[in-house]
């Protein structure tokens, strides 16, 4: 069991940044694939970014991000993290974070993720 705790969301400018937390409770975060998600209002919740349990691998990102969002974990403090810069007011939604069962692959698929946050909103103002 894994409860998670996102953290960091707020008000910001088009071209501003905000890094967002995802703080894990327990002693496996680290075998947990972790991934981002965002839900807009009267949208569907869609993937933003995935990275593997253990070092990372190569983390995966929605095209739409590329280049402007950074995931990367920290295992010792088994905390999950979200670097957001250059943010567009289509950034806007809620942001979760959420993990997969313990030592599978990173995925975009909402729907093999069995543990997720409570989320925190993100605003960009243009």
């Known amino acids: 069991q894994v409860q998670l705790v996102e953290s960091g969301g707020g008000l910001v400018q088009a071209g501003g940044s905000l890094r967002l937390s995802c703080a894990a409770s327990?002693?496996?975060?680290?075998?947990?694939?972790m991934g981002w998600f965002r839900q807009a209002p009267g949208k569907e919740r869609e993937f933003v970014a995935s990275?593997?349990?253990?070092?990372?691998?190569?983390?995966e990102y929605v095209d739409s991000v590329k280049g402007r969002f950074t995931i990367s974990r920290d295992n010792g403090a088994n905390i999950l993290y979200l670097q957001m810069n250059n943010l567009k007011p289509e950034d806007t939604a809620l942001y979760y974070c959420?993990?997969?069962?313990?030592?599978?692959?990173?995925?975009?698929?909402?729907?093999?993720?069995?543990?997720w946050g409570q989320g925190t909103q993100v605003t960009v103002s243009s």
């Open positions: 959420a993990a997969r069962t313990t030592y599978m692959t990173a995925s975009s698929n909402t729907e093999e993720y069995v543990y």
């Open positions: 327990g002693p496996t975060f680290s075998r947990h694939p």
């Open positions: 990275i593997g349990w253990g070092s990372g691998g190569t983390p």
